[in-house]
Every structure is written in structure tokens, then in C-alpha cells.
């Protein structure tokens, strides 16, 4: 029965039709040699016949195989590199959020990503999309780990500056004339390990860039993009979880405030 349903369905799709074809063939080729119906010298051309149409599919494999390899090298150059996949820079752009319904944004104060698409943010809210912020508390024990962290920073009003800044924007953001979406922010009171872009999660053509916070160091943070739900369903939901943990974490401290 199963083969009877692969067969089907082979059919249907268009597949392995070679195959079956050399089956049935050779079938006949059986039939009629075991009742003597037709002279051997037909037999012969038939298994002649068979074994062309087994060439002539192993042959099509190869190709098929050779030409899928040589797109495989040229991708990757025969490797998978890191590099491949972290880049040194942001991945995101006004396009990220065109036509997002939900947005989450998680970070230490996200005030680099408020800035530059504060006005694609506000688009989004008019046309009804939930948008939720999730920053650092500035708190004095929050602040002091940021400078620890820091390579330069000697300061905790720095870090509380960025943070008032980055609310003033939301504050800017929420107050968008006639807006249909809703605006809702919580406060870690921790640095996060990493920042997370989340466009439309659990939707087929959702996003998520991770962005991974680095020590003592200068250099740009490593980001990388999580594919959608389709493509890369257990860090899509990995990543989604962590907002989400960290969202209920804050509102059980009485952290979470709609806009």
C-alpha cells in the first residue's frame, strides 16, 4: 500500500517517471519470454532497450548531482565560514519594518535603532502594529555593570543619558496622531546578553536579527539574521522565547508599562 501511495504520488509530481518506465518494461520483457509469444531476438532488443533507459537515467543523476555540487561550491566555496553568516554591522533596514504588525525590540538602550527609524516606527503604529521596547532599568546597579562593561565609559551618567534619550523618543513614538497600534516598554534590571530585532514571530515571513554584546572592546557588535519559521523553526523559536521570558520577567517586577 505504500508503494502504491509513493507511486501515486510520484506520478502526480512528475517524478521518477524513468524508473517506473524501465519497470514496466521490463515486466513485458518477462511476460512475453515466459509464454514464448514473441522471437528472442525481440526479447534482446528490449533488454537492450531497458538497460539504455537505466543509462540514460543514471546519467541525468549525475548531472543533476554535478550541477547542484558546483552551485554548493560557489556559495560557499566548499566551506562554511562564520563570516558567512556574522557580519560586523547592522542587518536591519527601514525595509526591515515596511509591513510589520508586531515589532519587538529588545537591547541595553536601543537608542542607535530609536533614532534611525523613529519615523518608520511611527508609520507602523498609525497603521496598526504593536510595538514593544525593552531597555535597561537606570538604575544605579544596572549602570555601574554598563561601565564595567564599557572600554571607555568611566561615567554611569552616560548610560543614563542614552536612556532618557531613547524614552523620549518612545514617548515621541506613542504620541503618533490618530495611531491604531499600541506602544508598551519594559525595563531589564540587568545588562541583556545579546539585542534581538523580532518582525511578525511564528508568521511565515517573520525575522529576527540577533545582535551579540561584546567585552571591553571597540569593535562593531557581531549580528546575524534568523531565518523565518519556515526555514529555521528552532531558533526562531529559541530567540522569540527569550523576549518573551524576558518580558514576563520584567512584568513580574512591575516593569512593564503601556504607552
Known sequence: ?????????????????????????????????????????????AILLTLGLLSFGTLATRKTLAILNDSLQKVSGGKVHVGDVIKPHSLISSDT?????????????LLKTT????????????????????????????????????????????????????????????????RTGKVEVAYLPFHPSFGMVII??????????????????????????VKAIVDDPFWCEFFQKQFDDLWKFCESRERVGTL
Not at 2 to 30: H, M, P, Q, S, W
Not at 135 to 159: E, G
Request: charged share 20%; hydrophobic share 45%; proline share 3%.
Open 97 to 109: 519594518f515596511a509591513s510589520a504588525t508586531t515589532i519587538l525590540l529588545s537591547g541595553v538602550t
Open 115 to 178: 533614532q534611525e527609524y523613529t519615523h518608520v516606527l511611527v508609520k507602523r503604529l498609525a497603521a496598526g502594529a504593536t510595538i514593544r521596547f525593552m531597555i535597561v532599568d537606570p538604575v544605579d546597579s544596572v549602570l555601574d555593570d554598563l561601565v564595567l562593561r564599557s572600554w571607555a565609559v568611566t561615567d554611569r551618567d552616560f548610560h543614563r543619558n542614552r536612556t532618557n534619550q531613547v524614552k523620549t523618543l518612545i514617548d515621541h513614538i506613542a504620541k503618533t496622531a490618530n
Open 1 to 45: 500500500m505504500k508503494f502504491l501511495n509513493e507511486f501515486l504520488t510520484d506520478l502526480r509530481n512528475g517524478e521518477n517517471i524513468d524508473v517506473y518506465l524501465t519497470l514496466l518494461v521490463c515486466a513485458v520483457i518477462v511476460i512475453l519470454d515466459v509464454f514464448g509469444v514473441v522471437e528472442s531476438a525481440i526479447v534482446t532488443a
Open 200 to 225: 511578525d514571530p511564528n508568521q511565515p515571513h517573520g525575522k529576527c536579527f540577533v545582535e551579540l554584546y561584546h567585552h571591553k572592546s571597540s569593535e562593531p557588535n557581531p549580528t546575524f539574521e
